[in-house]
């Protein structure tokens, strides 16, 4: 690989090829300090609003997302997408089959899908996937991350999403997941898909609100919506995005975009430490320290690791 992609301004120049070359050389050379500079010189340079869409298997997530993308081409943005598929417990690989779902024009230039797998995170959200984020967030104007799914422990999406969409199949008897700790705590918006089904979409939004009425407010200043929406008449689809954009003014008038980025940042080095030491590295890291200290968090994180190895080797 050419020493000059190491450059986000040759990533960015360099278009899709380019891209797609530079995340596969990160994956193959992750815990390398050029590896963790490049990506702290795209986590300072985002202008990307990172969506991330999860929801059950099933729900209709692929297809809301070509519905997304198509409508967010069709207004000029450029849209990358990172696509999460499960993984095997055995060899950790992936189908990646939500490559084959979405459905884009390989000569649009400003559209960029990369299929990532879950690996060994229940959370649904591997550390490659996080670092595809980073970088993709430094080119395009949205990022959307389709997670594999959500559950009581599936939550890693809130690493890297500015705004979190759930999605509720309707008639699909989840009412008591709804008011299982943490579910609705977590999406900044809830909508309803395949609306067309009439009485059951219905129902759902129903359940839906009422399980948000018990759960603990996510933030003072939103309140979460719940909307219906059908990607394939496109019913809801504009006030799903009209909803996303309110999302994102709500944190920039706030102040809260930039602290909300910096805590996610924070969240995740902890857990990175913690994956790879345990509750005995993260007593011995001084983790805000070297965050103060390093130019963002991923050269925190390889800082952090040599000085753990060396103290915890014996």
Not at 52 to 59: I, K
Not at 147 to 171: K, M, N, R, Y
Not at 181 to 204: F, Y
Request: hydrophobic letters at 40%; a neutral charge; charged letters at 25%.
């Amino acid at each position: 690989m050419s020493q000059d992609l190491w450059c986000l301004d040759a990533i960015r120049d360099g278009g899709k090829r380019a891209l797609a070359r530079a995340l596969s050389n990160i994956e193959a050379q992750d815990g390398q300090l050029k590896t963790a500079l490049l990506l702290d010189e795209a986590a300072r340079n985002a202008k990307a609003h990172v969506v991330g869409l999860t929801g059950p298997p099933g729900v209709g997530k692929s297809t809301l997302t070509n519905a997304l993308i198509r409508e967010w081409r069709r207004r000029g943005e450029s849209v990358g997408v990172v696509a999460v598929d499960p993984s095997s417990r055995f060899s950790l690989g992936a189908l990646l089959g939500d490559r084959t779902r979405l459905d884009t024009d390989p000569a649009d230039k400003n559209v960029f899908v990369r299929s990532m797998a879950a690996r060994d995170r229940l959370g649904g959200l591997s550390h490659e996937s996080l670092a595809a984020i980073i970088l993709m967030r430094a080119v395009f104007d949205r990022v959307l991350v389709e997670s594999v799914g959500i559950g009581q422990s599936e939550a890693d999406i809130a690493f890297a999403a500015d705004t979190i969409v759930l999605c509720i199949q309707p008639g699909s008897g989840d009412s008591l997941q709804f008011m299982k700790a943490g579910i609705m705590e977590l999406p900044d918006i809830v909508t309803v898909t395949k609306a067309d089904m009439g009485a059951p979409a219905r129902r759902a939004k129903a359940d839906v609100q009422g399980a948000l009425s018990l759960a603990l407010k996510k933030k003072e200043d939103w309140s979460t919506p719940v909307l219906m929406t059908s990607s394939p008449t496109g019913q809801g689809l504009d006030l799903l995005i009209e909803q996303v954009d309110l999302h994102r003014n709500c944190l920039l008038e706030s102040g809260k975009f930039s602290a909300h980025r910096r805590e996610q940042m924070r969240l995740w080095l902890r857990d990175r430490i913690g994956m790879k030491f345990g509750q005995i590295g993260l007593l011995h890291a001084q983790l805000d320290d070297h965050l103060d200290e390093a130019g963002g968090p991923f050269e925190a994180e390889f800082k952090i690791t040599e000085e753990l190895t060396h103290r915890l080797t014996p």
